[in-house]
């Protein structure tokens, strides 16, 4: 791990650079909630940005690119806010897995072998004015239930699959 917060809460991580770590650049686990990252540049990691069960955080205009799997991965996690992130060039841009109730506003996701954004059993997120476009598969995915999930003026091209996809969800 590069900046790893467990159980911490009410942190600002600003302007932190991590790369080349063996697992996650930046990792905020079990109950790390109410903090801030903005301005982060996180890349050539396992994951760039990793949340698990941690929810209320804000992240702002971080850099999250060139990392083995997710750019920005949730797992678990709630009430989280993602406002004009770039995420490039990752497997998948940003990955939410049972996390509901987040919000996606103003993120560019670009250039993935996978998808830019993918919610997997996901419901009640918030999706707005992202851009997602050149990505190996989808631009939007989601997928496995990922219903009641609201999409307000994202822009998603240039994909080599949908723009945006809907599978089993609603």
Do not use: C, M, W
């Not at 990955?95 to 670009?110: A, D, H, R, V």
């Not at 999930?149 to 723009?163: E, M, Q």
């Amino acid at each position: 791990y590069g900046i790893y917060l467990n159980a911490s809460s009410s942190n600002a991580l600003v302007e932190n650079i991590s790369y080349s770590n063996a697992n996650t650049g930046i990792s905020l686990q079990t109950s790390a909630d109410g903090n801030i990252l903005t301005g982060n540049n996180s890349y050539s990691n396992t994951d760039g940005i990793y949340l698990q069960s941690s929810s209320s955080n804000t992240l702002i205009g971080n850099n999250v690119y060139s990392n083995l799997t997710n750019g920005i991965y949730l797992i678990d996690s709630v009430d989280n806010a993602f406002n004009g992130n770039n995420v490039y060039s990752n497997t998948s841009g940003i990955y939410l897995l049972t996390s509901p109730g987040n919000t996606l506003t103003g993120n560019k996701t670009y250039s993935h072998s996978g998808a830019g954004i993918v919610l997997v059993t996901s419901s009640g997120n918030i999706l707005a004015e992202n851009n997602s476009y050149s990505n190996l598969t989808f631009g939007i995915y989601l997928l496995s239930a990922s219903n009641n999930t609201v999409l307000i003026r994202n822009n998603s091209y240039s994909n080599s699959g949908y723009g945006i996809h809907l599978n089993n969800s609603s």
